[in-house]
């Protein structure tokens, strides 16, 4: 795990989607589909490289190791999400394989609020939810963030 104190236009690029309406609406809430197994099995066996970016914060996190890699994958649930439209992105995950992007997803963090929505051509198209160890990986950088920064 590695921490950056810097933010790419990549963060303001994703940032920026958040807030773009898609899916079915429904009493504040948007549906999409569940990503598919195919998607994560490549991923599982092809993603090399992982990004995080968070917003409002003043750092990022890259994994470059198979094992993080993996546990961070194995933490997308194959349930779809529900989005409460009163939630809002912490962050972006970028997906790699061989230095190219071949999946990203905004971070869903907070009470009520705790799953994925995947991007396909720029437009949200898969929510999933985290899965308990998903939940426990961000709590647990998080809790390590404040400790250190003493925020």
């Known amino acids: 795990m590695q921490c950056q104190s810097n933010q790419s236009s990549e963060a303001t690029q994703a940032e920026d989607t958040t807030t773009a309406a898609a899916g079915t609406e429904n009493a504040g809430q948007a549906t999409y589909p569940s990503i598919s ?3 994560m ?8 490289y992982i990004d ?3 917003y409002h914060t003043n750092f990022s996190m890259s994994q470059n190791q ?11 649930s ?3 999400a529900v989005i409460n439209a009163a939630c809002q992105a912490v962050g972006r995950i970028f997906f790699q394989v ?5 999946m990203e997803a905004d971070i869903y963090l907070g009470p009520d609020c705790f799953y994925y929505v995947f991007l396909e051509n ?3 198209a898969y929510a999933n939810y985290m899965t ?8 647990n950088m998080f809790n390590q963030i404040q400790q250190t920064t003493g925020q």
Do not use: H
Request: charged share 20%; glycine share 12%.
């Open 37 to 39: 197994s195919e998607t």
């Open 41 to 48: 099995k490549m991923l599982w066996d092809s993603c090399d």
């Open 52 to 54: 995080f970016i968070f």
């Open 66 to 76: 198979q094992p993080a890699i993996r546990t961070t994958i194995s933490g997308v």
């Open 78 to 80: 194959t349930m779809p």
């Open 98 to 102: 061989d230095g190219v992007n071949a």
């Open 122 to 124: 720029g437009q949200y």
């Open 132 to 139: 308990e160890e998903g939940r426990g990986f961000y709590q």
